[in-house]
Nanobody, 123 residues
Framework: QVVVVLSGGGFVQAGGSLRLSCTVS????????MGWFRQAPGQERERVSC????????YYSKSVMGRFTISRDNAKNTVHLQMNSLKPEDSAMYYC????????????????WGQGTQVTVSA
């Protein structure tokens, strides 16, 4: 059984930083994908950043590019999302997802989802 566990989140002032971590278990093989998504109230879930486990494929949304960084710790089956220069519009419920293969950084391409964590950025 594939299990995805997210940790991190919380409250931060605008301009501050937060770090999210996500660990996946139950996926075997040399290639798989992990992604970060977020959803604000009344909004559709949107992509933030995705990466293959090899790192050969990676994606950042335009709204976070240059501020957020995705990184991998392959030995621990963990990915991190370092969020810097946070803005109030970054406030959302953040989700981590995993899949056996990297197709694209879209919600429908990820089969395994962890619990969300709230990120709130105050002005």
């Amino acid at each position: 059984q594939v299990v995805v566990v997210l940790s991190g989140g919380g409250f931060v002032q605008a301009g501050g930083s937060l770090r999210l971590s996500c660990t996946v278990s139950g996926l075997t093989g040399d290639v798989y994908a992990m992604g970060w998504f977020r959803q604000a109230p009344g909004q559709e879930r949107e992509r933030v950043s995705c990466t293959s486990w090899s790192g050969r494929e990676a994606y950042y949304s335009k709204s976070v590019m240059g501020r957020f960084t995705i990184s991998r710790d392959n030995a621990k089956n963990t990915v991190h999302l370092q969020m810097n220069s946070l803005k109030p519009e970054d406030s959302a419920m953040y989700y981590c997802a995993a899949d056996e293969l990297y197709y694209d950084c879209v919600v429908n391409d990820f089969n395994y989802w962890g619990q969300g964590t709230q990120v709130t950025v105050s002005a």
